[in-house]
């Protein structure tokens, strides 16, 4: 319980990510506490490097913990020309080294130089090897942000330079419904706005821009001449930051907007009779204005590698968008391309990725003959064919469900989990 309070303290700005600030509260004690952890031969992590995608609060995170140290830091940050800044670097360590314990906080290190995959071992990444090197033994703790890893040489974060590597994801769950809940009560919102239907909503994206959405969404109530912030507010702000929907688009004419709700709601009838609450959010509203829609999936991580039946869910639902408007309208999708090759993919993994029809499939050391290719190709086609037939049967037996989707989309644009399950519970189901 006191270690709990500790961490809270120490993190306080930082909301959820409780696994990561476990680990770094541990670090914060032996900084804190050196003599009981020197009685049992513990040796303090050399360094530690945050890495993730943009957006996902490394920086704050890692500023956190400096603020919670008491040492002295000296920020590294690329903000001079190379010459000058490998001589940065050299210094902000001998300053450190002098004035230990202290810290060399490296942020976005992996925009010290302008190297890619192949070309990784730039001047400004070879000084950073030796200075580490150079303040070994001397209380000089280095910690790092960066973004993307593989723009570093791995020489620089193995073990022994940064002993520890913590990969820092989007926020899911919980951790997203606290920094939705966080960020909206900095606005004026009405009262009946779920936190945790809003996060599920946003799955996906980074804190940055869940504080994006909700301040775009201030932003349109009040040019509406709102008092409040409503829920119609929250859907127009995230197509418009995560999905990239104009914010002021040509209206479409009645009947494309109803084809691509049917297309969007074959895709999220089929998601949720397989999966229920596996959509996030369903809209008319396309990518960048274009005449599709968008179906967004709540990604379980861990359950998506692991269960070949989740992706076999996945397929079936990429193909129900087609599926829906070939029952509806009796002709072919012209709109379902994308979602065909994204079915091939998946499915082609299950031919040849995971041996799931024999390992006399499998492609091995890119050896693949002719009659391979073609045994390969005829299952994944008829694989596809399969699902996509079992597709329609389920369309067709829950049509009813079908065509309140498709109505609901087409009158209110767009439509979270919450509003789907609502809609699941007015019309009968067949399995």
């Known amino acids: 319980m006191e270690q709990k309070k500790q961490i809270e303290k120490d993190f306080e700005k930082v909301i959820g990510y409780e696994p990561i600030k476990l ?99 730039a001047e400004e990444y070879v000084t950073i090897q030796s200075c580490i090197d150079n303040v070994k033994g001397f209380d000089v703790f280095v910690l790092a942000t960066a973004n993307n890893t593989k723009k570093l040489p791995e020489s620089l974060y193995r073990s022994g330079r940064f002993d520890k590597e913590i990969i820092v994801r989007a926020p899911k769950g919980k951790d997203a419904a ?67 929907a104009h914010e002021i688009a040509e209206k479409k004419p009645t009947e494309i907007i109803k084809r691509i709700a049917y297309h969007e709601a074959g895709h999220t009838v089929v998601a949720e009779l397989l999966e229920p609450e596996s959509i996030s959010i369903v809209s008319v509203l396309g990518h960048g204005g274009l005449t599709q829609g968008v179906t967004a999936y709540y990604q379980d991580d861990d359950y998506y590698f692991s269960s070949i039946e989740y992706m076999k869910n996945r397929v079936k639902s990429l193909l129900a968008g087609k599926a829906a408007t070939e029952i509806v309208y009796g002709e072919v999708d012209v709109g379902a391309n994308n979602d065909i090759h994204r079915a091939m993919d998946i499915t082609e993994r299950f031919v040849d990725n ?21 045994r390969k190709e005829m299952l994944i086609f008829n694989e596809l064919e399969k699902y996509y037939q079992e597709v329609k049967k389920m369309l067709i037996l829950n049509r009813e469900f079908l065509d309140k989707v498709a109505k609901q989309l087409a009158e209110k644009e767009t439509l979270t989990c919450k509003d789907i399950t609502q809609l699941k519970k007015t019309c009968k189901i067949v399995k």
């Open 23 to 121: 680990v770094l509260e541990k670090i914060l004690d032996m900084i804190r506490n050196r003599e009981k952890y020197d009685k049992l031969g513990a040796k303090l992590p050399s360094g530690i490097l945050l890495s993730g995608n943009p957006g996902t609060g490394k920086t704050l995170i890692a500023n956190s913990f400096i603020q919670a140290s008491k040492l002295p830091v000296y920020l590294v940050r690329k903000d001079k020309p190379d010459g000058d800044f490998v001589n940065f670097i050299k210094q902000s360590f001998e300053d450190a080294k002098a004035n230990a314990p202290s810290i060399v906080f490296l942020d976005d290190m992996d925009k010290f130089a302008n190297e890619d995959d192949f070309h990784c071992d």
């Open 178 to 244: 606290k920094i939705v809940e966080y960020y909206m009560s900095q606005k004026k919102f009405v009262s009946n706005i779920d936190s945790e239907e809003i996060a599920k909503m946003l799955d996906g994206g980074s804190c940055a821009e869940l504080e994006t959405v909700i301040n775009e969404a201030a932003v349109l109530a009040g040019f509406a001449g709102k008092e409040k912030i409503e829920k119609e507010d929250l859907l127009r702000a995230a197509m418009c930051v995560i999905f990239g």
């Open 354 to 374: 995971y041996c799931g029809f024999g390992f006399n499939n499998f492609e091995f050391r890119n050896h693949s003959s002719n009659d391979l290719m073609a």
